[in-house]
């Protein structure tokens, strides 16, 4: 019985295992297929995976749906930028260091006021500590740059090994920082994978489904919540952190709550019933507005109508669309 | 009167004016959550169609020679587009989300939120559409020395009367009784063989109106730009949070302690004067999550 389970965690974990190899090799050697700017694109779409897969931990596995993500996407990236402004050294790795921890106290604060409630007021108070970081980045302009943001140049990365200026700078940039964001990635979905399957991750989807017999098993809710919590925002602010290299400058727009639910819709677009779907949802989503904003002046009507037909039509999201299919599929061939 | 009673009365009947606005947009806001429990995130985005809407129909009356008086007509108008609007919206888009989870209807709002936010700059264009004409077709009045436009007179009135309009219809008509009766209890409503549908559609078109009017009446003092909804929508957040979701009375003291708070602000604390009015929110919401009169 014992080496039944076992054997039946293995062959779950092995398939998913064997398809992500074959995509990691794939992107590994993405680069030398596509042109720079496929590579620009593809490392907006691992960000924006990042931040979505941090959302989805509260949304999708603790049925918490935050308005508010946007926030800690944001302080991750005004926290680099203050850092270049401040502290000087422009190096990823202290970027980190120093971003990371910051965007995991301000998680850990708001979120402790935040899941005292559920629902849709757990909804509305994020939303509403969102907006008063937005307007705080936006008055505060000696501090932040009010509406004009900051720049961020770009930053040396591996302590300072790889440094770009000069004529071929820009291209160097995108193709070592698109394997950085890469390697962070991968980490940050392993680390993603063993929380979820751990025994907090199985508290959480206890507490989603079931809030009061969670309470009688003697789980103490609120604070899985707040941990939860803490961890998505964490996330998220780690895309932020990734993204204002990238971007170059960083303004109020990312802390603003329309921001937000841009995030909301990436989860939903991949699916938020399930582990892979935030990550596809990033780069769908990333591929999705670059073009919608490329082809029509007209881009937000276009995603709007996607995101109403999306609700309507495929609730499931992407992921979840194509695994009902394959289902089917394989009970036809059975 | 003492200049300093002057600037005094000036302010407050300033406050007054955004007060008598983010009433009738918070208003609507409620009043679709407390009866379809559905938080409209295009809210926003109906109070600045009915801004445009208002101001293009002005236009196209003096284009076409309408006389001053008849002009001022195409405020209701405009205000009744937008419930039409919510005619159409309500049981094509929103009645397939009743029975499904939180997160859909949010997303179908924003989704809508996004289209309409583009159409308008679609049909409109980039530049502000002014309706000017009627401010300047009243006078200006005199407040101890200073300036002041009758109209912005007009704007609070249209507030006052709408609040009690509402009032009077939800709490004094057959139908506000049904309308209470639905935001209560919907399957019971059902059951006793109340037309669930037509008061629901009811309903948003009236939260639509409150909508389409709070921006019908405020586009000739400023005029109608894009993103003038996304702002308004969280503000209105602010108030009705404050107020209790879902409560008439729950706007209306809402607003007024959001308006106060803003022109002082912008007096006296102008970086924080946002930032502050959404701490007080998320304070509200801490201490009383139903906000001041909310029951929900």
């Not at chain 1, 003697?218 to 803490?230: K, V």
């Not at chain 2, 806001?29 to 101001?55: C, D, E, K, P, Q």
């Amino acid at each position: 019985m014992k080496a039944d389970i076992v054997s039946l965690r293995d062959r779950s974990l092995l398939r998913p295992a064997a398809v992500l190899a074959a995509i990691l090799f794939v992107l590994i050697l993405l680069p030398s297929f596509v042109e720079t700017y496929q590579i620009q694109l593809v490392t907006y779409g691992l960000i924006a995976a990042i931040a979505a897969l941090g959302f989805n931990l509260l949304l999708g596995y603790t049925g918490l749906l935050s308005f508010g993500h946007s926030a800690y996407f944001g302080i991750g990236a005004y926290a680099v930028a203050l850092v270049v402004q401040h502290l000087g050294p422009h190096s990823m790795e202290f970027y980190l260091l120093v971003g990371i921890p910051v965007v995991a106290v301000m998680s850990a604060l708001l979120g402790y006021i935040c899941v005292r409630h559920t629902r849709i007021f757990f909804g509305i108070l994020t939303l509403a500590l969102s907006q008063v970081v937005y307007s705080l980045a936006l008055k505060l302009y000696w501090v932040t740059g009010g509406s004009d943001g900051l720049r961020v140049p770009r930053p040396t990365l591996v302590l300072g090994l790889l440094s770009f200026s000069g004529g071929h700078g820009f291209q160097q940039f995108i193709t070592s920082y698109y394997y950085y964001v890469l390697a962070i990635f991968v980490v940050a979905i392993i680390f993603m994978w063993v929380i979820v399957h751990s025994p907090f991750g199985k508290a959480l989807q206890a507490i989603r489904d079931n809030e009061i017999r969670a309470r009688f098993l003697g789980l103490r809710i609120r604070r899985f919540r707040w941990i939860s919590f803490l961890i998505s925002g964490t996330f998220t602010g780690l895309a932020g952190i990734l993204w204002v290299p990238l971007n170059g400058l960083t303004t109020p727009d990312v802390l603003y709550w329309t921001f937000s639910g841009e995030i909301v819709f990436t989860t939903l677009l991949g699916g938020f019933r399930n582990f892979t779907g935030p990550i596809v949802g990033g780069i769908a989503f990333t591929y999705l507005r670059t073009y919608a904003v490329a082809t029509t002046e007209y881009w937000q009507l276009l995603l709007g109508a996607v995101l109403v037909a999306l609700v309507l039509l495929l609730p499931t999201g992407i992921v979840g669309a194509l695994s009902k299919a394959g289902q089917r599929l394989s009970e036809r061939n059975r | 009167m003492g200049e300093a009673v002057a600037i005094l009365t000036v302010q407050i009947l300033n406050s007054l004016l955004y007060c008598s606005v983010l009433f009738l947009i918070a208003a609507g806001l409620s009043l679709i959550f407390g009866v379809m429990r559905i938080v409209n995130l295009a809210h926003g985005s109906l109070y600045a169609v009915g801004a445009y809407v208002t101001a293009w129909l002005v236009g196209r009356g003096i284009a076409l020679g309408v006389p001053l008086g008849w002009l001022f007509l195409l405020v209701p108008v405009g205000a009744l587009s937008v419930a039409l609007i919510g005619i159409v919206i309500e049981p094509l888009l929103l009645r397939p989300f009743y029975r499904r989870a939180e997160e859909y209807q949010l997303l179908v709002t924003f989704g809508l939120f996004q289209i309409l936010e583009d159409l308008m700059r679609l049909i409109w264009g980039g530049t502000p559409l002014s309706a000017d004409t009627l401010m300047d077709a009243l006078p200006i009045i005199r407040i101890g020395g200073l300036l002041y436009p009758a109209y912005n007179l007009v704007v609070i009135g249209t507030g006052a009367v709408a609040a009690v309009a509402l009032w009077a219809v939800i709490y004094h008509t057959k139908f506000g009784v049904l309308l209470r009766a639905t935001s209560q209890d919907r399957r019971m409503a059902s059951a006793l063989g109340l037309n669930v549908g037509l008061v629901y559609v009811l309903a948003f078109a009236i939260g639509c109106f409150m909508a389409g009017l709070g921006g019908a009446i405020v586009v000739p003092t400023q005029a109608a730009v894009l993103g003038m909804g996304v702002d308004a929508l969280v503000i209105a957040f602010v108030v009705v949070v404050i107020g209790g979701l879902g409560s008439l009375k729950g706007a209306l003291v809402g607003a007024v302690i959001v308006s106060i708070v803003r022109t002082a602000g912008i007096q006296f604390f102008p970086e924080l004067e946002l930032a502050a009015l959404y701490l007080i929110a998320a304070l509200v919401l801490l201490v009383r999550p139903t906000g001041l009169f909310g029951t929900a």
